[in-house]
C-alpha cells in the first residue's frame, strides 16, 4: 500500500484560501483516480474532490467553482486549493485513491490535516 501524508491545514478566516498537499510513499495513481476527502466530528467522511491521472475532475456541488483539485505526478503529490473559504469547509482533509465509479477509498486512510475556518 501506498502511504499518504496530508499537510497544508490551519486556521484560516472566511473567504481566505489554503492549499492542500498529499504525498504519497510511491505511485500515486495505482488505481484510477486520487480524491480529497473531508470528515467534521458526528458526520461521515464526504468526497469533495477526485482526479483521474488524464486530469478528468470531479467536485462535490458544496465546494465547486471555490476547490482545484491538481497533481505533480513525478512528485506522487495531490493538491486542493481551496478558495473563498466558508466556516463549513472545517474539517479534518484527507486524501486517497478513490474508485472513479464508486467513491470508495482504495488505501489506508493519513492522519489527515485540520482545517478550520473561523474569524
Known amino acids: 500500500q501506498v502511504q499518504l501524508v496530508e499537510s497544508g491545514g490551519g486556521l484560516v478566516q472566511p473567504g481566505g484560501s489554503l492549499r492542500l498537499s498529499c504525498t504519497g510513499s510511491?505511485?500515486?495513481?495505482?488505481?484510477?483516480?486520487m480524491g480529497w476527502f473531508r470528515q467534521t466530528p458526528g458526520k461521515e467522511r464526504e468526497l469533495v474532490a477526485k482526479i483521474t491521472s488524464g486530469g478528468t475532475t470531479y467536485y462535490a456541488d458544496s465546494v465547486k467553482g471555490r476547490f482545484t483539485i491538481s497533481t505533480d505526478n513525478a512528485k506522487s503529490t495531490v493538491y486542493l486549493q481551496m478558495n473563498s473559504l466558508k466556516p463549513e469547509d472545517t474539517a479534518v482533509y484527507y486524501c486517497n485513491s478513490v474508485s472513479w465509479s464508486s467513491n470508495i477509498a482504495l488505501d489506508a486512510w493519513g492522519q489527515g490535516t485540520l482545517v478550520t475556518v473561523s474569524s
Open positions: 510511491g505511485r500515486i495513481f495505482r488505481f484510477n483516480a
